[in-house]
Nanobody, 113 residues
Framework: QVQLVESGGGLVQAGGSLRLSCAAS????????MRWSRQPPGKERELVAG????????YYADSVKGRFTISRDNAQNTVYLQMSSLKAEDTDIYYC??????WGQGAQVTVSS
């Protein structure tokens, strides 16, 4: 099975930046896509960004386009989410997942205004 561990969350002022990391271990031979999602309380899960493992095609939610960048390091089995120009509404727990259905424990991102 694939295990996912997020890191890099924290507290940042509005307009600041953070970089989240998601390290995959275990059975990583076929992950296909890796994704970052968030789910505000009482709301449905929102796909923030994703990247195709083969080819590197990326996709973003409209709310983060131009501010967030997803990337991957194949050798390290790691994906990153570089978050810039952060807004208070970006505050959430960010979850890393793969297309097979495995989720990490989440990384808290808190943006103060």
């Amino acid at each position: 099975q694939v295990q996912l561990v997020e890191s890099g969350g924290g507290l940042v002022q509005a307009g600041g930046s953070l970089r989240l990391s998601c390290a995959a271990s275990g059975r990583t031979v076929s992950m296909n896509d890796m994704r970052w999602s968030r789910q505000p309380p009482g709301k449905e899960r929102e796909l923030v960004a994703g990247i195709r493992w083969i080819g590197g095609t990326t996709y973003y939610a409209d709310s983060v386009k131009g501010r967030f960048t997803i990337s991957r390091d194949n050798a390290q089995n790691t994906v990153y989410l570089q978050m810039s120009s952060l807004k208070a509404e970006d505050t959430d727990i960010y979850y890393c997942s793969v297309a097979s259905g495995t989720w990490g424990q989440g990384a808290q991102v808190t943006v103060s205004s």
